[in-house]
């Protein structure tokens, strides 16, 4: 296996979801005015708790030039450098106060730091072994019912999606007049993540959403197989804990099972095929008594 | 003739030019959500000045809503009810302060009511004469050098130039790295219309500027001709004064010249078909004359 190291330094940033709107205008040129940005790494990821966003500092800079013509001064935190997705995260300067949540004035924060730093065992290490270090926090996960698409799309059609991935993604959180049959259920989770970087796009999604793009744009794997998810961390991960893919991915690896990861700024979500979900679960819970004893 | 009085209570508003970026997300919404609003008259004109944006109380809730959620407490007035356009305005209920303008921290404002009542001569009764009243202000006249489509679009194909779309109309305000050839010159205007009443699309755009959308989708009339652009007012008008359209499409209309009109919070815009835009000119110069002595 090759590893490229990308140049990009980026920013992992969490929006409130009752302030994305005040978003709209930089994100959407971050999303399909590739022409007005020099942006080359972005990823919105949309959770039940927040939005997360990276972006290289090409696009923070667009991201901070709309966020300084608000009206009302909104705290952006100068400093606090993200790693890559899956990479081990750093500590942000601001180390203290919550993110997230449903600050109406100041939607914007970095991940907290929730606990102090650790041995690390880096993501890049994976295979080093299922115990990350001494007296790992083993984080509980949970599996929502939701069946997910891993999906891409020519860059070129995308303003074919357009309206309705700024529906998706801007709009959602809007009640619907009446609740559309297949709809989520409770036990399922909001989930939809975007990604596009050096002109490649990512696209997780619920297999209902789906249904709403037309079909003939998105492209998934040959075999086009759902993916379910196991979401891991009880409460907010702490950006300088090391460890915590690996004791998902160390097992998985192990089980011969594959697996699509998607930090966020405060859990972190691995996809696997639908038809390994049961034998995922029984080989987490197994890790899980294993590491707790 | 016949005439339909359309049901819609209309609102007339001036977004300030730095302001757009704040109200990107109640706009898309409104330009291309429709299942996501029950807004059925839509038009935003953007000028040199500001933005002026018609919606009916439908669209001004779903507007007002963004509003509200801002960080910032934004002055929205309350009244201020406007009516369709071409027809006369009425007075504001909130009769002074300026509008529009650079307030960062406002940019929502009524047409500001510069003068004080007159005599009306309605628009309805076009033919009347070309008298509107007596001693009507003869407003001074300008012709910009742009030469102007007319355009339609079949509302489903809307999102097929949904990002061409947006970025002109919410990113044309950053200056582009270099001055494209071909580019208006300084003899020219900033003006863009689009409108969605009842299911009906109509855009008034430069042809420079219809150069970046896909040439297949815009429809025109068979002629393809170009307009030219009388524009109406040295300083800004009042929504109280009555006949400042009379005072352009009666001496248009006994020169058999065909004129389309839009008002906008500051000013007046008359489109006249290229070949007769000096003839226009000379009947409109001779009005001034014949008015002012």
New interface residues.
């Given amino acids: 296996m090759e590893l490229h190291i990308l140049e990009h330094r980026v920013r992992v940033l969490s929006l409130a979801r009752?302030g994305l709107?005040?978003y709209?205008?930089p994100l959407?040129?971050l999303l399909?005015?590739p022409r007005?940005s020099r942006c080359k790494f972005f990823s919105l990821t949309e959770t039940p708790e927040d939005y997360t966003l990276m972006v290289d500092e090409e696009g923070f800079k667009d991201e901070e030039t709309?966020t300084q013509?608000?009206?009302?001064p909104?705290g952006v935190p100068a400093s606090g450098r993200g790693h890559l997705a899956g990479a081990e995260r750093v500590v942000p300067q601001r180390s203290s106060g919550a993110s997230g949540g449903g600050h109406?004035?100041c939607p914007l924060g970095h991940r907290a730091a929730g606990r102090a730093p650790r041995v690390c065992a880096d993501a890049v290490h994976l295979p080093d072994g299922l115990h990350p270090g001494p007296n790992p926090t083993v984080h509980p996960i949970q599996s929502p019912q939701n069946r997910f698409c891993v999906l891409t799309l020519d860059p070129e059609t995308?303003?074919?999606i357009?309206?309705?991935l700024?529906?998706v993604l801007?709009?959602s959180h809007?009640a619907p007049k009446e609740a559309a049959p297949g709809e989520p259920g409770p036990s399922s989770i909001t989930f939809f993540a975007f990604s596009l970087i050096e002109g490649y796009i990512s696209i997780v999604m619920d297999a209902e959403t789906q249904k709403k793009f037309p079909s003939d744009l998105l492209l998934t794997s040959s075999s086009g197989e759902l993916w379910r998810m196991v979401r891991i961390g009880g409460q907010p991960l702490g950006f300088d804990e090391c460890g915590i893919v690996a004791q998902i991915a160390g097992p998985l690896a192990a089980a011969d099972i594959s697996a699509y990861y998607i930090s966020t700024f405060n859990f972190d979500h691995a996809l696997v095929p639908e038809d390994g979900i049961d034998s995922v679960i029984e080989v987490l819970q197994r890790r899980q008594e294993g590491l707790g004893s």
């Fill in positions: 009752s709107w005040l709209t205008h959407i040129k399909f005015l007005r709309g013509r608000r009206a009302a909104v109406e004035d995308l303003p074919a357009a309206t309705t700024i529906d801007f709009y809007s």
